[in-house]
């Protein structure tokens, strides 16, 4: 029969120079109700804000359980390895299905594994990032997650509401994403040891709402390399860097050494909400918010610095910044890339990457804007929304004005 795989023209060409073929693409799937998920979070762990542990183990156990059929199938089809692994949540109505999907690969010479002495390996990566991997004689070992799901709570959230009155950083939320952000981290890297690793490579986070709670994934490859310090078998590396970012990285001559997060919440105050709500009605720009953001940013930064000299790293590389607005003038500020140390020990394989491995895929398929609601192609949805709030923001200030005028007229 003809085989179905997931992986493209690229990935497939890139991983035949390793001596893989395409194999088959393969699903793993389970079903969870909704509301049972939500009802378990809804204790004491949610009321004091911080991981709501009952959860983290229900969705784990049904990531884990997904990607174990998966891996039932992977087997069934004789392959050796499988690559480009997906951990996702598709929301059916009042049910969650945890999802996996990956492609199997296969020996280009048809040999099999000797299950008595090896198994199946498994990666996020894709076949491309999977070329680059092997090339710097990072051996793939298993896929592994680390997740937490996390409520700010009620306790948090009357502590924190309390700050933000001021201007400044609301430690009590801080210290609430810092320890769950961290969690998420410590988990991947424990999954890795545990499977023999001493490195966890390609590294992918992402943050999603499930019922009144947030989760926090991270995904990646656990991995070995002969020529890492024994020290790393007790202590992995981790990197988000992608593995073509890695491959230069290494052919430069550093390695990755672990990914670094820095976490800051501040919070913009009552008087700088208010000021900055009445400056919005005008153009130009808003001092506060300049300020505030841009203080998060560097208390941020100097986290990630101060974890980099913790661990004797020479650089931090790839640094990004994530703001989210958790509302009532709170923001979170993120930073997240990768320590690095100079290494000659490890070197690529190969003294040029393929083209092949440096070209980005093109969507082929497109979804178009529905617009069954009446709404014109070139009017968001969202503009309803701004138009709303902009009317809201109108109102507050005609009334302030009123009240500031009585008061001058009482004296």
Not at 55 to 73: A, L, N, P
Not at 109 to 122: E, K, L, Q
Not at 191 to 220: D, F, H, W, Y
Request: glycine share 12%.
């Amino acid at each position: 029969m003809a085989i179905l795989t997931g992986l493209s023209a690229n990935e497939m060409y890139c991983l035949k120079q390793k001596g893989y073929d395409a194999g088959n693409l393969v699903i793993g799937n389970s079903v969870f109700a909704l509301g049972f998920v939500g009802s378990i979070g809804s204790g004491l762990n949610t009321l004091l804000g911080g991981e709501v542990t009952a959860v983290t183990k229900v969705i784990h156990d049904g990531r884990q359980e997904s990607y174990d059929r998966m891996m039932e199938e992977v087997k069934s089809h004789g392959g050796v390895g499988i690559t480009g692994i997906s951990s996702d949540l598709v929301f059916h109505g009042t049910n969650v299905e945890f999802l996996s999907i990956g492609s199997t690969i296969h020996k280009s010479d048809g040999s099999s594994i000797d299950s008595a002495t090896s198994s199946i390996f498994s990666a996020s990566a894709d076949g491309q990032a999977l070329y680059c991997q092997l090339d710097c004689g990072f051996e793939p070992i298993k896929f592994v997650f680390g997740n937490v799901a996390y409520s700010i709570g009620v306790g948090g959230g009357i502590l924190g509401s309390l700050r933000s009155l001021g201007r400044g950083e609301v430690k009590e939320y801080s210290d609430i994403f810092h320890r769950t952000r961290h969690l998420a981290l410590e988990r991947i890297v424990d999954e890795a040891r545990a499977a023999g690793a001493n490195a966890v490579l390609g590294i992918q986070t992402s943050v999603s709402p499930i019922s009144a709670i947030q989760e926090m994934l991270m995904i990646g490859t656990a991995s070995k390399h002969s020529l890492l310090p024994a020290e790393c078998m007790q202590t992995p590396i981790s990197s988000d860097l992608t593995n073509l970012e890695m491959w230069n990285v290494i052919s430069m001559g550093y390695r990755p050494v672990k990914l670094m997060l820095g976490v800051s919440v501040f919070s913009l105050g009552i008087v700088g909400g208010i000021s900055a709500s009445i400056k919005g009605l005008v153009r130009g720009e808003i001092n506060e918010l300049t300020t505030l953001i841009y203080e998060a940013r560097e208390n941020a930064l100097q986290k990630v610095a101060q974890q980099a000299a913790e661990c004797g790293a020479d650089d931090v590389i790839g640094i990004k910044t994530y703001v989210s607005d958790l509302g009532g003038g709170i923001l979170e500020l993120m930073a997240i890339g990768t320590a690095v140390k100079k290494s000659d020990d490890i070197k690529p394989t190969s003294p040029t990457l393929l083209t092949q491995a440096v070209i980005k895929d093109q969507q082929t398929f497109f979804k178009s804007v529905d617009t069954s609601m009446g709404i014109s192609l070139n009017q968001p949805t969202r503009s309803l929304q701004n138009g709303f709030w902009f009317t809201i923001i109108i109102i507050f200030y005609v009334v302030l004005n009123i009240i500031l005028r009585g008061m001058n007229l009482s004296h």
